[in-house]
Each structure stands twice: as C-alpha cells, then as structure tokens.
C-alpha cells in the first residue's frame, strides 16, 4: 500500500534512522485507527499539528526511542467532541492527537480535558481545570513527563475563566511540579520551563536550579 505524502512527511521529521523507523510505524498505527491521512487532507492544519508534536517529543527526549515506557500527563489534550472556535462544526485538529502519538511510541500517557474522550486506548479524565485541587486526585511524582499545549493562550480558556485565568495558571503549573518526578521533562509550547531536560528558556518568575527565579 502506498504511504500519502504528508505520513512520509512526517516520518522524515526523525532525526535518526531508528526515529524514522519508529515514527513511520507509528504513523501507519495512526492511520488506521484514526485515519490521519485523510484527517489531514481534510483539514491540512492537522500535518502542522503533528509536526509540532513529533518535534516537541524529539526535543524533550532527544530520541524518539527513548519515550517507550514513559508516564506521561497531556494536560488539555483534545477529545472526541472538538469544535472548531472559528466554523463552530466538528474537526480532528483538536482531537487527542498527542496522546495517540505517544501510545504508538510506546509510551503510556494520561490524558485530561472538559471535552469527551471515547474510544480511545489511553488512559483519560474528564476534568474541568478550573476547579481548585481538579488535579489532586493524581499521585505525586507519577509522571516522566507533562505535556501542556498553548492552554493558556487559547481564547476558549479566557473566555471561560476571565478574571480568575491567573488563578487556574499558578495551581495548574503548582500541580505540575507536584506530579513530577525529579529530573522529569515538562514540556510547554510556549517556552515556559522546568529547570531539568525541558524544552524552553527559562521565564521571568520561573524558578531556577536552585530555587531562585530567573530574573529575580
């Protein structure tokens, strides 16, 4: 069977041969379980998507290999009832896409959204974020890696919690050092960092190595 363009696309994003290998098979698993081809010839803001995620993952983990057996948390990570903000109908770029890449790498993600997650292979949580201790009931020092994609920045999120969006974001990235284990990777889209294998220069009010905060 011949491979579309954009799957080999995004094969040749792995930086080493045994990365292609993996990402390639990866991708085939994808395919047939979500149809990712055709999701991108639909819509094709979906290959860039994936893109940024095959790329955050080789960032953070160096090799793709290396993800295998990882716990990892993908906070706001998609569901199967995405809406797009613009056209209000239905569409796959906000569909748990991340989550589903990790589980054909080999790695055992959690997922967590407001939206609703179904069929799906992972293991995930139906959690409204802005609720205060949303996230207490997950166990301290659990996951190799947390995975946060623009949550912040999206207008869907201001416009749900308005003047308390500050609020959500100090327990949000509280709960984030609670559940890491030490030397685990936090990777954010927006350049916010943890100290240890992280992906981002590390922010104003951002602690450092020592506890300090870069530029206090």
Not at 54 to 77: H, K, N, Q
Not at 125 to 135: K, N, Q, Y
Not at 149 to 157: A, D, I, K, V
């Amino acid at each position: 069977m011949t491979t579309p363009d954009a799957l080999r696309r995004l094969a040749a994003l792995g930086r080493t041969p045994s990365d292609r290998a993996l990402l390639g098979h990866a991708l085939g698993e994808l395919d047939a379980r979500h149809q990712l081809a055709s999701g991108i010839a639909a819509e094709p803001n979906l290959e860039a998507i994936m893109t940024e995620f095959v790329t955050r993952l080789s960032d953070a983990f160096g090799s793709l290999p290396a993800i295998r057996g990882m716990a990892v948390l993908d906070i706001a990570c998609g569901s199967s009832s995405s809406r797009s903000p613009v056209t209000g109908r239905r569409t796959a770029e906000f569909e748990p896409w991340m989550c589903r890449l990790l589980v054909a790498l080999g790695a055992h993600p959690v997922g967590l959204d407001i939206g609703e997650i179904t069929d799906e292979t992972f293991e995930h949580h139906r959690v409204d974020l802005g609720v205060s201790g949303a996230l207490d009931y997950l166990a301290t020092g659990s996951f190799d890696a947390i995975h946060e994609s623009r949550l912040f920045g999206s207008p869907e999120f201001r416009s749900a919690h308005g003047s308390a969006t500050e609020r959500v974001r100090r327990e949000i990235h509280r709960q984030e050092r609670r559940l890491l284990r030490p030397g685990g990777v936090l990777i954010h889209s927006d350049g916010r960092r943890r100290p240890a294998r992280t992906t981002g220069p590390r922010q104003p009010g951002e602690p450092g190595p020592s506890g300090a905060a870069a530029g206090s």
